[in-house]
């Protein structure tokens, strides 16, 4: 099987994309036929037929995108011809890139043949079958799921659904530029050692299982990995520039005596990511909107280790504020273990089976009323017990929230500013329709008054009458904390 495989990656980026389309593609559109709902009324829908579907090099571009797609034949001039850019090819533009894609294509000489409207599949699904999420047949638990997913891995393979096993193109050795160019979507990539340099191309994995991949000695550039499953990604003495992960689920990287640019997260957070002797530069990290608050809790404080580190002063207080605004928030929102939940309908039964017992005198009256009480009990039980548990993480994380809105916990010292200006505000408005002789009315003499007492520095032109002295002491009071504050903020902003 190793031989096959090593045979496989050794084959020029036609070649190897050929024989997926003969040998490979189709047992995989066999199978989303008879697993995925709907599947074939929406080939027939949007016109793509199985010849369509099998002509691209990227099968996954029939499933990702949110919006109509122009599918394009693509046909070279002759000069443009060699091993790894053929005479014809197919490619998908979104609508709105389409006239301008077409243009450049021109301008080179290379001809373009509308094959197709459509729109992705999953998006066809929720947009016109009004499908959000479908059951995965072979689940024990019968889970649903809006996406395909890898459910189970076994020796030399991984399968979507718990059904269909894909390509395993892993377990070898290959050069950095052998990922390039090929169609890498819905294969198993497991334990695959990537080495060496190679052509500076883009590679895209799509809805692949990459574990434990290891780059080793790599210098090289844009490798993309969208909706794959990745555990334990090794990254070895390398230099990497654009490496992007985009709604993909990431378990344990780790990165060792590497240097990375450019490396972003999109829609996805890595978990218990470890970096060791590496540097780190203009990462993107874009979790999306998610409630796995401890998650991107733990992924900023790791990166805030990394750039204190390097030395990086902006980076490190980007990723502090993340840190303590994540954290504040997973204990704003826990999630909580409810245990074991008392319905009614269980309370029901329970009662009613209590009182065939009571009827056939196998309890008294007394032994009946004890386990009507318990049930209610632990019913209420199962209410009280994590809202008091929220309740309580709420009340810890005041501290923070005070923290956060005042000065954005020391790195957003801007913020004081903000609340100074609104202080001065308010109490300048309450001076105003105050019956305080000399301000009364008067809405300069008011706000003269009101950043005097803000500042504190009390000229003692205007003293306040018996109404106003503890309001005038009040904001003397959040003044002084707020000045305290802007300065301490800005302070600290020259920490590493």
Known sequence: MTEDIQKLWLRNINNFNDWRRRNDIPLLLTFFKGYLPFFEEWQETNN??????????????????????????????????????????????????????KKSLEIHGIKSELVAEFHPYFFWLNKFKNVNSFTMKDDPNKAKTNDIRYMQWESGGAKLFYSH?????????????????????????????????GAVRSSFMTYSSCNRVTFKDVDNAFYYFNKCHIDNLVILNSKL??????????????????????????????????????????????????????????FARRMRVVFQNMGDRVET????????????????????????????????????KAFVDLKSKEITLKQFLTIGIDYLFKYVLSFTRPLWRSITHKIKCIPDIFSWALWGFGERPV?????????IAIWMFIYFISIQKGISGN??????????????????????????????????????????????????????
């Not at 005596?257 to 530069?281: A, E």
């Open 48 to 101: 793509i037929s199985d010849e369509v579907f099998l002509s691209s090099d990227k099968t996954s571009e029939f499933f990702l995108k949110k919006s109509r797609l122009y599918y394009y034949k693509i046909t070279n001039p002759p000069e443009l011809i060699h091993l790894d850019n053929k005479e014809v090819s197919f490619h998908a533009y979104e609508a709105k890139d389409d006239f301008r894609i």
């Open 165 to 197: 096993k894909v390509l395993f193109l892993g377990g070898v050795e290959i050069n950095s530029g052998q990922l390039d160019g090929r169609n890498l979507d819905f294969v198993c990539l497991d334990d695959l050692m990537i080495t060496g340099d």
């Open 241 to 298: 520039q654009d490496l992007h992960f985009i709604n993909s689920e990431i378990y344990d990287p780790y990165i060792l005596n590497s240097r990375l640019t450019k490396m972003s997260f999109t829609d996805c957070i890595p978990n218990r990511i470890s970096v060791k002797s590496s540097d780190i530069h203009e990462l993107i990290f874009n979790p999306g909107w998610t409630s796995e608050y401890k998650r991107v809790f733990d």
């Open 317 to 352: 207080s980007k990723y502090y504020y993340d840190e303590r605004y994540y954290h504040m928030m997973s204990e704003l929102f826990p999630l909580i273990n409810k245990g074991p939940s008392f319905s009614r309908e269980r309370i029901r039964e329970g009662i009613a």
């Open 415 to 423: 913020r004081t500013i903000g609340w100074m200006f609104a202080v």
């Open 443 to 496: 809405l300069s003499a008011s706000l003269y008054y009101s950043i005097v007492t803000f500042t504190t520095l009390g000229y003692g032109d205007i003293v306040p009458n018996n109404e106003l002295r503890l309001i005038a002491a009040s904001e003397a009071l959040l003044g002084a904390l707020l000045i305290a504050l802007l300065v301490a903020g800005f302070a600290n902003r020259n920490r590493i």
